[in-house]
């Protein structure tokens, strides 16, 4: 079937419908309990403002009624909002973007907020790791200047004098790039100070013992020291590296921006006043280098002892960078070769796997778009075939855009579609062929003689009962003069209309011939058993009539048409019937001695041309039943393939011959119907019966 022109649904059809859904919305809203309770609580509210309006000191459950009006208003939108929802979902499409997003970028936006938050964490804490990792390697530097200073003074105790040199050149091999913020301090055994500079400082607490080291806060502000005393308990000595820009700023050329917090001066605080608000690296951050190169802010947690007391504490340190300068640090291991895909591979590598990451989302959500829209636009097709259907259109095909099982159901509704129209005119052509075939079985109904005629001592009746809406079957008895009737009774080869069609020929054919049948006069020396025709009635007699109608028959109907023919004439002042049998099956007289055949006679009528039919004459007694019948007696069968058969017809007639002509019709077609024991009749049924009294 060829597919048809794509269809899409109008645009004011979808407008409507999105009318008709706010308006059902608005209409649940209107009609919802909670709604009504929601308008009923404000009005409450709105009336306890009155007094206040009025100048009256407010009612004491107006709280109440704004607390009340206030958890309503909630609830309802909460019920707008499912509303509003239901609604949104009732469209597939909607529910599988939805669904798409819940399941594709949902997730691709957690995993990437995820990475992002993780790497700004993994950022911050490096940043903070290599900050107390310089400040932790400048400890162990000030540590080994104090270290040598004190190896030297105690294999030279002459150079004490000349303390303060021996530090600075060792200070010199350590701090390279200048060591004026590391100073030296000299003490006696007894802690007093041997120099201007340790006077000023003033002598070490008690709790500062040799091997000390570590950041302490001073009078004159953060410093790293190093303490420690010579072997023979002779002098100590106190090394310091202050801690203030310059140093800073030789701590952030590698991170960034560095500053120190502090807390503000109060009394016998040790830090000084000129500190007290923080300190910082006079750096600049260092400009972006791109898109991803943010600022990152972290926090790192110094150990500071105080110089006086030796309590613990801790000062807050902020470091400000970018991952540009700490990537400069964590890829320093990597051979650079002047190339910065070289010396940052990895994260070059991990940029390549990201970007193929993004692309394959990317495809992933144009696929779903697609997938999407052929889901959602073939169920609206289909909702809108279904709708056509609905109105009694038939007609319409749903369009078929690709090649899935989506498209197979549209094919699917489409041939659906297509049978049922073409149900539907088969149901219109079949309903008019039955309103004809009523109208032919009513004109049929009047071929059959509906009143009996009037014989002195002669009783008939005759039934058929048809296998379909007309019927093959023939019988007919006319009343020729007031003491003769004729007697006809056959089967048309075939069923439906072309054997109704047939059957009235047939009828029409013989009431046209029996006319010349009103001068027969019955030949009373007609030798019994034998020949029966008369030269003077020649023309007249059965045999001749039916040859008449074979001829007929055989130049008006096609080749396989044909039928059987039984046809008699009965004269009440002779009580003779004369008859001949075309084929038929052979009727029977059933008397008080017996039953007798009528088998006299020839073939089928139609067949052949110029065929000649032999007649006979019975003379019939008071009490006589003459049977005539059609296949469709004796021809059923029961559920074991056995016919019900002439055998139990006759036995039939012989067992009721004396009972009305009623009952015996009822009787024997009562016994055929039981022993087909089937709901549909298989073939015409016809019964003729005529009794002598």
Known sequence: MPAAEPQTRPPQATAAHARARTARLFAQLRHSWLAKITGAIGVVWLLTLLPLLLGHAPLAWTGVARFAFTVAVFVLLVRVAFLLTSETLWLLRNRLILAYVFMGVVPVVLIAGMLAIGAYMFYGQYAAFLLLNDLTQRSKNITAVNTLTVRELERHPDRSSDGAGLSNYYASYYFPRGFGGVHSYFYDADGKPQSAAAQALGSPSSWLAPGFSGVIASPTGYSIASYGATGNGGERVLTLYSLDTRSLNSLALQLGHVSLVTFSASAGDPVVASQAGGLASSQPLPPRTGWFDIQISSLAFV?????????????????NTRPSTLNARLFASLPSNNSPLTARWPLFLLAVVGVGFLIIEAFALLAGIRLTRTITGAVNDLYVGTEHVNRGDFSYRV??????????????FNTMTSSIQRLLAEQRQKQRLES?????HEVQAQLFPRTPPSVPGLEILGRCLPARMVSGDYYDFLQLSP?????????????GISAALLMATIVAAVRAYQPSLAD????????????????????AAPARLLERLNNQLFHSTPPEKYATLFYAVYDADRRELRYTNAGHLAPVVVGAHGSRRLERGGMVVGLFENVTFDED???LESGDLLAAWSDGITEPENEYGVEFGEQRLLQLLEANRERPLQ?????????????SGAEEQADDITLMLVRLS
């Not at 369009?399 to 699917?412: F, H, K, N």
């Not at 003491?483 to 069923?495: C, H, N, P, Q, V």
């Not at 006069?521 to 030269?535: D, E, I, V, Y």
């Open 663 to 675: 009952e015996i019709m009822r009787t024997v077609l009562n016994g055929v119907r039981d022993w």
């Open 520 to 539: 027969l006069t019955l030949s009373a020396a007609a030798p019994r058993g034998g020949s029966a025709r008369a030269a003077n009635d020649d023309d």
């Open 483 to 495: 003491t003769r009737i004729s007697l006809a009774l056959g089967d048309i080869s075939g069923k």
């Open 399 to 412: 369009p078929v855009r690709t090649r899935d099982q989506l498209a197979a159901l549209e094919i699917s």
């Open 303 to 319: 150990p500071v002892t105080d110089w006086k007391t030796g309590a613990q504490s801790t000062i807050l340190a902020t470091i």
């Open 617 to 619: 004459v019975v003379q």
């Open 436 to 440: 004809e075939l009523t109208i032919a």
